[in-house]
């Protein structure tokens, strides 16, 4: 059965060698959350969790080990399966996708494409371009690229608007003031 799934990265991703074949392959490993929006307490909550293995192959596989980190949020679509696993005295099922394609989900950010390829070794081959983004990362990052370059400083806004260029990010980029974000990125459309 060939399905979509959307969740967050668990922790990183990990790089497996295959028994039967001895190749290389990366294991995605997400939480898929259902939620629903509760009007008594007027807010999202999840219901129930489910944990997915994203199995990805060949150059696939490389590409997501270089691109996904714990807590990214990533869209892939694949076949399904259920596998039943043993170890000592304990037994269960462990639900995994032969994933088709994947990348970020940018329902929740803004995510950038580099075009390129990787190997599975530490080291990316040369069609790969590792320098970081021209405008800088993120929100941020992408407003300036939009826009030409940083927006107007916090003197030059008229009262009730919000300054683009004082977005604010942590030290990994992301950002912590939602609400200016998302009325900066509106403008700049």
Not at 172 to 186: I, M, N, P, S, T
Request: with cysteine; hydrophobic share 35%; charged share 25%.
């Amino acid at each position: 059965m060939t399905v979509t799934v959307a969740g967050n990265l668990t922790r990183d991703p990990e790089r497996k060698v295959s028994h039967a074949s001895g190749k290389p392959f990366a294991v995605v490993p997400i939480a898929v959350n259902r939620r629903r929006f509760d009007a008594g307490q007027e807010a999202w909550i999840t219901e129930d969790t489910t944990y997915v293995d994203l199995q990805c192959f060949r150059g696939t596989g490389a590409t997501a080990l270089a691109s996904f980190r714990k807590g990214d949020p990533v869209l892939a679509h694949g076949k399904l399966a259920l596998r039943e696993w043993k170890a000592g005295d304990a037994s269960g099922t462990r639900v995994s996708v032969t994933v088709d394609s994947i990348g970020h989900d940018v329902t929740f950010g803004v995510s950038s494409f580099t075009r390129g390829k990787v190997a599975y070794d530490p080291d990316p081959t040369s069609a790969h371009d590792q320098a970081p983004p021209e405008h800088g990362a993120g929100v941020v990052g992408a407003l300036e690229e939009r826009t030409g370059g940083p927006a107007a400083s916090s003197e030059e806004v008229p009262d009730g608007e919000v300054p683009d260029a004082e977005i604010a990010t942590d030290a990994d980029g992301v950002v912590q003031d939602d609400q200016r974000a998302d009325a900066a990125l509106a403008r700049s459309a």
